[in-house]
């Protein structure tokens, strides 16, 4: 069964977010630890994050958060999976760094929107500006899949994102 976390831990761990970031986080998980020595919590099973229009899934994801209970960063592993808007990725690990609104795809990453998909060893997507950075691994290069009915609608846009 998937516990609600009370309102008063949500507060302590998630509170002073960025203002670039400033919507309520939501997370539902099977199971939570929390060492307030450590600044650290970690939610496991059927783990969900919501915050604005992004959306984060896993089985795991461990929290770091500052010394005025702000998140800093977060590391999310196994069946990970993110959702904001048309975009949604997959990849075996997903690190969050809070201040500057960056997921970071590592493992078989793979974000696809309609119109287009891109792979590759490691994914950096800017939440905020909705951008996104493909890397190869070794000896393995970036793919980029264009579907051909968005190819002609994209006006200077990539199927995920705006070039930088």
Known sequence: MIRFLPVLILLA????????????????????????????ALFTG???????????FCDRLRVFYTEKNGIDRSVATGHVRMLQGD?????????????HQILTLT???????????????????????????????????VKLRIDADSANKTSGKTPLGSLP
């Open 87 to 99: 975009k949604h990725g997959h990849s075996d690990r997903a690190d969050l760094d809070n201040k």
């Open 13 to 40: 761990i998630f509170s002073g977010a960025y203002p670039a970031w400033a919507g309520p986080v939501t997370v539902q998980a099977d199971h939570l630890d929390i060492w307030n020595n450590k600044k650290q």
């Open 107 to 141: 493992g078989h990453a793979v974000m696809e929107q309609t119109g287009g998909r891109v792979e590759g060893a490691t994914i950096i997507y800017h939440i905020q500006e909705k951008t996104t950075e493909v890397i190869g691994g070794k000896g393995e290069q």
């Open 46 to 56: 059927n783990v969900h994050l919501k915050r604005d229009d992004f959306e984060l």
